[in-house]
């Protein structure tokens, strides 16, 4: 089954692995998921604590492991390009660390789409060599804590 409206509105999973309709867009859907993530963050962020947040997010994953399986396996293909959720939730752990400026955030997309379309080792490796649920959202976690490190060497150098 391609990706559809109608694969997003099946299933609760598919409408959260897909985001929320993100994973559609017919160019980039990757990138297009991490703009969403970017919308969406300070709604999610600002009325809750550090600690909360963190948590929100490692349920985010644990829900993601879930979801992205089941769209995957729905869609005939692992981590087919139109899954997002691992886009989104990865980005906004990056917002997470991210100085709330324009220029900061900008600058923290730019890193994170390019170490997750770069796919630098152990990225790669994670991508080829795990596969369901956890590999779709691992290799994004990972490539956002590269773009955090280059984010916190840029700010200490240049912030």
């Known amino acids: 089954m391609p ?3 109608r694969l997003l509105l099946s299933h609760p999973a598919h409408f ?3 985001g929320f309709g ?3 867009a017919p160019r980039a859907p990757g990138t297009a998921g991490t703009l969403v993530a970017w919308l969406l963050y300070p709604l999610l962020r600002a009325p809750i604590s550090d600690f909360v947040f963190l948590a929100l997010l490692a349920s985010f994953f644990v829900a993601g492991l879930i979801a992205a399986d089941r769209t995957g396996r729905a869609l005939g293909v692992p981590d087919h390009g139109a899954i997002v959720w691992d886009e989104i939730v990865a ?3 990056v917002l997470f660390f991210t100085p709330a400026s324009l220029l900061w955030q900008s600058l923290a997309f730019v890193l994170f789409r390019f170490f997750d379309i770069v796919k630098p080792q152990p990225i790669r490796w994670v991508d080829s060599r795990i596969k369901g649920g956890l590999g779709v959202m691992l290799d994004d976690v990972i490539a956002a804590g590269y773009a955090i490190l280059a984010l916190a060497l840029l700010v200490r150098f240049f912030g």
Do not use: E, N, R
């Open 16 to 18: 959260i692995s897909l």
């Open 3 to 5: 990706p559809s409206y």
């Open 91 to 93: 980005f906004w752990l």
């Open 22 to 24: 993100a994973g559609l």
